[in-house]
């Protein structure tokens, strides 16, 4: 029910944007995460279904904004002053219900895309 895509090889201090489309049904909660090869899935940011309420890592927080069009059933995250360690894989993640904590655990999401690569180069 999770589309991303966007990602691509850039050099370090400049920007993409993922996008996300879902499709069947808006969700309260989504979010982004990324896997950078023999790391954990860690948390990135998440926005709440109206965009009031954002959340972000603080290793991104400041570069990265989270924002989602609900009439489009689409969630962005623009990122911006890549570093090279912002390379991985970034997935997608929507929950049914609306959380106001442990936004940044997995196990709380219900769907998930499949994952779009970003390479920042150096």
């Known amino acids: 029910q999770l589309q991303a895509s966007g990602g691509g090889l850039v050099q370090a201090g400049g920007s993409l944007r993922l996008s996300c489309s879902a499709s069947?049904?808006?969700?309260?909660?989504m979010g982004w995460f990324r896997q950078a090869p023999g790391k954990e899935r860690e948390f990135v940011a998440t926005?709440?279904?109206?965009?009031?309420?954002?959340y972000y890592a603080d290793s991104v927080k400041g570069r990265f904004t989270i924002s989602r069009h609900n009439s489009k059933n689409t969630m962005y995250l623009q990122m911006s002053s890549l570093k090279p360690q912002d390379t991985a894989v970034y997935y997608c993640?929507?929950?049914?219900?609306?959380?106001?904590?442990?936004?940044?655990?997995?196990?709380?999401?219900?769907?998930w895309g499949q994952g779009t690569q970003v390479t920042v180069s150096s």
């Open positions: 993640a929507a929950a049914r219900d609306a959380f106001y904590s442990n936004y940044d655990v997995i196990g709380n999401y219900d769907y």
């Open positions: 069947g049904r808006i969700f309260s909660t």
């Open positions: 926005t709440s279904w109206n965009g009031g309420r954002t």
